[in-house]
């Protein structure tokens, strides 16, 4: 695909549900009692994974565009599904229906693509081996396929060494069915969109700083779900924004849950111009909207706690870096070598083609800024949305055009992106 230089970007568009949220919606909806209503779902590749799983267990669920209806079977009524689970390239997916399928008491089979192939999974099955689930796979069930039979489970008292919302998620489902009570601890704090999102479904658990606590044998009760935007797609046109010039980008109804709000934090330790307005507070998720103009940006240092609350955002902050005065650095970030692709390599390698002076290290990254992006070079997405969309963001700042190999992975979170990038270049 042949990306150009715009002029400027203005207009105003509504950034596509939440991923994390419109996964953990559809769920919780297939484990509990009544129907599940869903409102502004996200319709990517990855939520079409969960949602295909689900079936396979038996649940009844209605998908058109961004409305959902979830007719939930209530805990333990999951049944054996006939053929293999295809988690596509959801590490959501994957990671969180372990979980669930650890209470439950037949087998099941997961496979994925060949990036989630890549992926470690001893985070979680190795703790839901130690609450009693039976699961194997390569590497002795660190690389799917991984085949699982659950059930029998006891809950238990785990400190996670990674500050991981998939894997908190996963041994909270499980002990959601185990006997007893479970315990997670996270080293610093991840998302908490299954403990909104739990609550809001009828069950009790106990939030205390990093640790979460849940008792085994609770029931779930149906919810209406409004799905916010997701920051994580609004980033990259945040970040147009800020480094286009003569532009301002209106983003309407987007999350800003504080687990996930780094993005901003950076945006204005930056410098950049960012507002918002009509801020929604009194639901499960808060919202707001947001408007970003044109900025002059200065570099900035991104570790330790702010890590997991922009950790999908780090590669377009590496272009908004290129675009600022000074040197950013980047570290703690690690969790980058186990995404879709390696984010560290990825981002690197691939800026690195358009101009861009950047180095890789052993827990992040340098950027040395600010560089005119010179483009006019062939890179690619490797496969990963994330990069594909931070690449196009790139082009519309590029002094020659670029061709971008692998922009069909941006489906995996926003398949309206290029049409949005469209309608807002002038
Ligand atoms: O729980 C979730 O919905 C997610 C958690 C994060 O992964 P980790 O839990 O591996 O940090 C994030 O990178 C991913 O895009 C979505
Ligand atoms: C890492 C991501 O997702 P997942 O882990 O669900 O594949 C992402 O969306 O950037």
């Known amino acids: 695909m042949k990306l150009e230089r715009v002029n400027k970007l203005n207009g105003e568009i509504q950034i596509p549900g939440d991923k994390s949220i419109s996964h953990r919606a559809v769920m919780f909806g297939s484990m509990a009692n009544g129907v599940t209503k869903i409102e502004n779902f996200l319709p990517g590749a990855d939520c079409l994974s969960t949602i295909s799983c689900f079936r396979k267990m038996g649940v009844s669920i209605s998908q058109s565009g961004t409305d959902v209806s979830v007719v939930g079977k209530g805990m333990g009524q999951l049944k054996e599904p006939a053929s293999l689970l295809d988690v596509g390239n959801s590490g959501t997916t994957t990671r969180l229906i372990l979980g669930v399928l650890a209470g439950l008491p037949f087998h099941s089979c997961l496979i994925g693509d060949e990036s989630i192939a890549k992926r470690p999974m001893s985070r979680v099955t190795n703790p839901l081996k130690q609450m009693g689930a039976k699961i194997d796979g390569r590497e002795y069930g660190n690389y799917t396929p991984i085949s699982i039979r659950g059930g029998d489970l006891k809950g238990i008292n785990y400190i996670s060494p990674v500050a991981s919302a998939q894997v908190k998620s996963a041994i909270l489902l499980a002990g959601l069915q185990a006997q007893g009570e479970t315990t997670v601890r996270e080293p610093h704090k991840s998302r908490d969109h299954t403990e909104n999102m739990l609550k809001a479904f009828g069950v009790n658990l106990e939030v205390d700083g990093l640790t979460v606590k849940i008792k085994g044998g609770q029931e ?207």
């Open 220 to 426: 779930l009760t149906a919810a209406s779900i409004f799905v916010p935007g997701d920051i994580s797609s609004a980033a990259f046109f945040l970040a147009a924004g800020a480094i286009n010039p003569r532009s301002e980008i209106r983003l309407n109804r987007v999350g800003t849950n504080q687990t996930r709000t780094g993005i901003l934090d950076v945006l204005l330790n930056m410098g950049a111009s960012v507002t918002q307005a009509n801020s929604v507070t009194d639901q499960a998720e808060p919202m707001a909207d947001f408007i970003v103009r044109t900025s002059n940006l200065k570099a900035t240092e991104i570790s330790g706690d702010l890590i997991p609350r922009l950790i999908d955002e780090i590669p377009i902050i590496a272009l908004l870096a290129t675009q600022a005065e000074g040197t950013t650095v980047i570290k703690d970030a690690s969790e980058l070598k186990v995404k879709e692709t390696n984010r560290i390599d990825t981002v690197v390698s691939e800026l690195s083609k358009l101009g861009a002076d950047i180095e890789a290290t052993d827990d992040g990254m340098i950027i040395r800024g600010k560089t005119a992006l010179k483009g006019g070079a062939i890179v690619s997405s490797h496969g990963d949305h994330r990069i594909g969309m931070m690449l196009a963001v790139a082009s519309t700042i590029c002094e020659e055009p670029i061709q971008l190999e692998g922009n069909e992975a941006i489906n995996v979170s926003y398949p309206s992106f290029f049409e949005h990038l469209r309608n807002l270049s002038e």
